[in-house]
């Protein structure tokens, strides 16, 4: 199951009220068979411009970061119940960014280009094609050439 972020705003309200749409949350990712990795608290901000939701404007909110596992065929769904609830102010889902690690030595960089073992693998890769190109094969399944030779 890949990791997703989702960081959800929720409307201005008690505490209570706060761990119970939470709850909600956190079950509509439990129904999916999904797990939850950590859940942050980004505390209460102001919104970077006024946010209207379920008929009401909304200037600040309470932010929060939660970090789950799920299938992929089951984010539509959760989407649509967290959008369906009334405390939710906005929400999104993201496939979790996982860096790609590659070696990179400072002396193969400062090597002239056609020095450097990856552009000399291209030009072999090149010279290859080129080889294989020029090559003509009687494919038509005649026993003879029918054009000029």
Sequence with gaps: MPTYEMPLFLRIMKKPDVVATLKRTSETIFKTGGFIRKMEN???KDLPYKMSANGQVHR????????????SNSIDYILDECKRDIDVVKLL??????PVKKECTFQEEMLPPAYRPSVQK???QANKQKKDKNKFQYNSGLDYY????
Excluded: M, S, Y
């Excluded at 889902?93 to 996982?98: A, E, L, R, T, W």
């Design 60 to 71: 600040q909110a309470n932010r929060f970061f939660i970090c789950f596992d799920a299938p």
């Design 122 to 124: 291209l030009i072999e």
């Design 93 to 98: 889902i993201f496939k979790q960014f996982v």
């Design 42 to 44: 980004w505390g209460t």
């Design 146 to 149: 029918p054009f000029k030779k």
